[in-house]
């Protein structure tokens, strides 16, 4: 895709291309003066607050900065209002932050005083961390992490949910989930009890704030089935896609029952077709024989060694009425992988549920 060799070069170029927006804000003037830009006060407060430097925010609204300057005068806004705090007060809060978070960086640190409502210069603040924590940061230095890239097409594309529990001792079990393109948490709670119910509690309080993930990925605990069920109804991929792979596995193994095994020259129809011939009933084997059939050198042991497959049951997540409407508009066409019914099926479960 666009010449680019591999996914660690990919992923720069979406990192790189989200900040720059996509349309400029609309033009407006009044009886007199030349026009200008409509870009109000929440926004660039919002975007200041995120943490933006002025050129990015230029960038992401594309305007230049020198409008972005007037902009900020005009509604009194300014990147360069510290906090009124003296050293020894500094030094104290710092220093109850450290102790209740060792092992975070300056950078950590810094929106971790942010959250108190300090804002403090950096030169400023560094000098603090060297003098009341030098050892912490020669530590976090020697423990730094290698970040491996991560290949995802956009925020709100794939969320990784979790649980952990260093905690259990306690009963204390941390439920988490992370934008797999941003980093961003979306949500993160602690619970006393570990269940798909409490799970799918923590991961809907923040589809409210952030909006429903394209996909979602888990471990295979069973305190993630609620997750994996609401998506499957929102996404309803069973109601699309469960026909068409049923239809593709009987292609494929239809090509497979014809296509010619190298080793044995002969296809597996007529393998099959060439012994039953022989012998209808089947092959008459001793025990011996029943225990050996199949194996080739030692025996496979992936289902004693990774335990039984789950069995679901299945799902009736679509009502009457919402089925009886897909029927009714729903043509499918089987264009582009399904993808078009898909999203047009999601459409008419959205609007009915």
């Not at 200041?48 to 972005?68: N, P, W, Y």
């Amino acid at each position: 895709m666009l010449g680019i060799p591999n996914a660690t070069d990919m992923m720069k170029l979406r990192s790189e291309s989200v900040k720059y927006g996509t349309s400029k804000p609309q033009k407006i003037g009044g009886y007199s003066g030349a026009t200008k830009f409509d870009i109000d006060k929440l926004t660039l407060d919002n975007l200041l607050d995120c943490g933006f430097q002025i050129s990015e925010i230029a960038k992401l609204l594309l305007v230049s900065e020198r409008t972005i300057y007037r902009r900020m005068a005009h509604f009194g806004l300014s990147k360069l209002k510290f906090s009124e705090i003296d050293d020894d007060g500094l030094e104290r809060v710092v220093s109850e932050t450290i102790k209740d978070f060792p092992m975070c960086g300056e950078q950590m640190l810094r929106q971790l005083l942010k959250s108190k409502s300090l804002k403090i210069q950096r030169w400023r603040f560094r000098d603090i961390i060297h003098e009341i924590g030098s050892s912490g940061v020669q530590a976090r230095k020697a423990g730094r992490l290698h970040q491996r890239t991560y290949n995802v097409m956009a925020s709100n594309h794939l969320w990784h949910i979790d649980t952990n529990h260093k905690l259990i001792r306690w009963r204390f079990v941390i439920i988490g989930g992370v934008d797999g393109f941003s980093r961003m948490i979306m949500f993160l709670s602690c619970n006393d009890k570990n269940t798909s119910k409490t799970v799918l509690e923590s991961f809907l309080t923040d589809v409210g704030n952030y909006g429903i993930p394209l996909k979602v990925r888990s471990d295979k605990g069973g305190e993630n089935i609620s997750v994996a069920d609401f998506m499957l109804k929102e996404r309803a991929l069973h109601y699309i896609f469960k026909d068409e792979v049923y239809r593709r596995l009987n292609v494929w193994s239809t090509a497979w029952a014809c296509h010619r095994i190298r080793t044995v020259k002969a296809s597996p129809l007529q393998l099959w077709s060439s012994r039953q011939i022989q012998n209808p009933v089947g092959m008459r084997m001793n025990e011996t024989e029943l225990t050996e059939q199949g194996v080739e050198g030692e025996n496979n042991d992936d289902a004693t060694r990774y335990g039984e497959r789950p069995i679901f049951q299945p799902l009736n997540l679509i009502n009457e009425q919402c089925r009886e409407i897909l029927s009714i508009e729903l043509n499918r066409t089987g264009e582009n992988f399904g993808i078009e019914d898909y999203l047009k099926s999601l459409g008419i479960i959205s609007a009915n549920t």
